[in-house]
């Protein structure tokens, strides 16, 4: 059972574009939720993180936007650039367990 | 920011080998260590929690014979891949989790991958 679900799986935006990467989970307990950024042949980074308590976090061209009551939450990518193609997971977590990835979204930024 | 270093980054071995990979976190204390196992194009699958001074906890399907846990230290979490086989060639990876309190994030490592020959 896939607790977060990501999406798109790929996306291609221009350069100077927004772009946007939605997600939805399902476990009410969950209270916190961090991206991770990919580049191939390395681990994820953290990128930025966010707790229920706020409905939006940014940081530079990252902005996160939390919705409690439809369970979702999203990235937004503004002014894309080339080199912020990657991969980038989203993910929640309660407490103390595991943390629950996403499938992952390839963006592509293109000149 | 909080650093995570693994170590090898690449190893190439003969089938029936054991392979051995390290994880160290570099400016923090991880109690919680965590590993990961990434096929190409998919998400991270966790294959096991690493406590430190106890036994690791396994994800359901992980063969703990298998896959060797070692959390001796606070800093260092080694995963040992035993009698590694071609379908155990994968990218792995490890995280650790920062200590103080609740929800804290996990800072991954770069990953190893494997080749079994």
């Known amino acids: 059972q896939q607790q977060v679900k990501q999406s798109p799986q790929s996306l291609i935006v221009q350069k100077g574009g927004i772009s946007i990467i939605n997600c939805a989970y399902e476990?009410?307990?969950?209270?916190?939720f961090p991206w991770y950024q990919q580049f191939p042949g390395k681990g994820p980074a953290l990128l930025i993180a966010?707790?229920?308590?706020?409905s939006e976090k940014k940081e530079g061209r990252f902005t996160i936007s939390f919705n409690k009551s439809a369970k979702q939450f999203s990235l937004h990518i503004m002014d894309s650039q080339p080199g912020d193609s990657a991969t980038y997971f989203c993910?929640?977590?309660?407490?103390?367990?595991?943390?629950?990835f996403g499938i992952g979204t390839k963006l592509q930024v293109i000149p | 920011g909080a650093v995570v270093s693994q170590h090898p980054s690449w190893v190439i071995c003969k089938s029936g080998t054991s392979v051995k990979i390290e994880c160290r976190s570099l400016?923090?204390?991880?109690?919680?260590m965590f590993w990961y196992r990434q096929f190409p194009k998919q998400s991270l699958m966790l294959m096991a929690t690493?406590?430190?001074?106890?036994?690791?906890?396994?994800e359901q399907g992980v063969e703990k014979d298998k896959f060797l846990i070692n959390h001796a230290s606070l800093t260092l979490s080694t995963l040992t891949v035993t009698s590694a086989h071609p379908e155990d060639s994968s990218f792995y990876i490890c995280?650790?989790?920062?200590?103080?309190?609740?929800?804290?994030?996990?800072?991954f490592g770069d990953g190893t991958r494997l080749s079994i020959l």
């Open positions: 993910a929640a977590s309660h407490g103390y367990q595991k943390v629950t």
């Open positions: 476990n009410t307990a969950f209270d916190y």
């Open positions: 966010i707790r229920p308590d706020v």
């Open positions: 995280s650790a989790r920062e200590p103080q309190g609740l929800n804290q994030p996990q800072h």
């Open positions: 690493s406590n430190e001074g106890s036994k690791a906890t396994y």
């Open positions: 400016d923090f204390q991880a109690t919680t």
